[in-house]
């Protein structure tokens, strides 16, 4: 027998562009939108569209308002409501921080007042309803110090899950061995998931309930090469299942519905990337 006459199993198809493009029309996302959005409000006074910054050059000026969003952390992520009226920041601390973007004034401060360990909530994710916040970071452990880290010990890193008006943690999701460096949150086929990265070198998919409180299924991207995964930036037109996320030194092409790695492109970087 040739290797000509050798029959091998169909190779599964990875993209197909009817599908995609029937799913993206079923599903339209709201990405790059205000690109084209020519029917946003404009200001009476001069017709400018207060929805969108169009220019900054010596004319159009940015100007930087009286207020002052400050902490005693380094700040390492934000998050605006679905609304645009709060704005959550994150940094090496137990707390979030969460501002109303009218007054800039802080409406509220959310820490685990329950957790015996250490934490440090470095990025997080307002749900749709805005009525829950995901946060997720670095949990260390009080009692133990690490050597190498010179920091106290790490433990495995969780989601938690805050009510916006009462502070409590309605859900605490465990998966991830260190820090969680992104969350997205994101509506695949009628179905509400959170995507996350991690120093684990990890991405994982979280399959949530319509309230996205209750956590119903949960899996890993299949990779086992990975050292570190940063972030995720989601495609247009492609109904939210394919994301590009930011893998060590270079970038990746991952299937949500799959959990797999569709192509992963050559080393652009000399160093970690983000894909932001």
Known sequence: MTLDEVELPPKE???DPEENNALATQYPDPYWHELFAEDLPKDPADGVHTGRIDFIDE???LELLPHSITDQMALTGMALSADGSMLA????SASVHIWDTETFKLLT???DRAEPNIDEFFVGQFTPSSEYLVVGGKLKDRKRWSE???DNHILPCPLKIFNVLTGEVVARLEGHSEEILCIKSVVY???NYFVTTSQDGYIRRWSMDSNWMVLQDTKE???GVTCMAFTVSFLPNTGNRFFIASTDDHLTLVDLDRCKIVQRFDPIYSSYCDCG
Request: cysteine-free; proline content about 5%; overall charge negative.
């Open 89 to 92: 920041t994150f940094g090496s």
């Open 13 to 15: 198809i990875v993209f």
């Open 148 to 150: 190498a880290d010179e």
């Open 221 to 223: 991207v299949t990779d």
């Open 189 to 191: 086929k009628g179905e």
């Open 59 to 61: 004319e159009h000026p």
């Open 109 to 111: 401060t959310l820490h």
